[in-house]
């Protein structure tokens, strides 16, 4: 079953624009990762944030991390044609179980 | 550049075939998962081993579905007999787990794309 489920499920933006996703889990967790997957490519990991964090920059991405909430959002700032791709939140449980369970997917395009 | 490999890239087969993917993790990796992808269920968890041991396969159809290392550059996901309900993405991934940390990256295959007809 889905840990995470992700929203919107699909995002439609205009280049230079920002793109925001959202992403809630249901599980206590030890961190939260977002990864992006190009069509027909296996997914990339863009940011880690720990579950002490509350939010990280990394370049043109800004995560946040409310764990009162169980939510974490994805900020793509300045967004180029070239970030058209799904965007995934993967949830590393506190369970010790060390294997990531990923939410849903939000499909961004980002028209030229 | 250190990647994992997938192989084969595509496959059509026919029901109640044999099918088989391999997987080359990153040199130095310790932890090899395999995840399936498909529309309706999204990407799930088949199972993982740490140092060529299975950790978890409870994600795993047993009766048709096997996954092994034989050794530390292969990992083995075989499906038999293959059914229609099969076809997906099937991806491997591998990361460096370290025990007491916090945060695994984990990285992915472009995945083997199968399709029993």
């Known amino acids: 079953s889905q840990q995470g489920e992700e929203d919107p499920q699909a995002l439609s933006i205009q280049e230079g624009e920002n793109a925001t996703m959202n992403c809630s889990y249901k599980t206590s967790i030890n961190n939260l990762q977002w990864y992006r997957q190009n069509s027909g490519r296996g997914l990339v990991h863009l940011i880690l944030i720990r579950s002490n964090e509350r939010e990280k920059h990394s370049g043109r991405l800004r995560v946040t991390l409310d764990t009162s909430k169980k939510s974490s959002s994805l900020l793509i700032t300045a967004s180029r044609a070239a970030d058209t791709a799904s965007y995934f939140c993967?949830?590393?449980?506190?369970?010790?179980?060390?294997?990531?369970?990923f939410g849903s997917g939000t499909r961004l395009q980002v028209q030229p | 550049d250190a990647r994992v490999t997938q192989t084969p890239r595509h496959k059509v087969t026919e029901m109640g075939q044999e099918v088989t993917m391999r997987c080359q993790p990153i040199?130095?990796?310790?932890?090899v998962f395999w995840y399936r992808q498909t529309m309706m269920q999204g990407l799930e968890l088949l199972a993982y081993?740490?140092?060529?041991?299975?950790?978890?396969d409870s994600g795993m159809p047993k009766d048709r579905f096997s996954a092994e290392m034989p050794d530390a550059t292969l990992a083995t996901l075989k499906i038999q007999p293959s059914e229609p309900r099969d076809s997906a993405v099937y991806f491997c991934?591998?990361?460096?787990?370290?025990?007491?940390?916090?945060?695994?990256?984990?990285?992915f295959g472009e995945g083997s794309w199968l399709t029993v007809v």
């Open positions: 993967a949830t590393n449980e506190d369970t010790g179980r060390r294997a990531l369970t």
């Open positions: 040199l130095g990796h310790n932890t």
């Open positions: 081993f740490r140092n060529r041991a299975p950790l978890d």
């Open positions: 991934a591998s990361g460096l787990v370290v025990t007491g940390g916090s945060g695994n990256t984990i990285y």
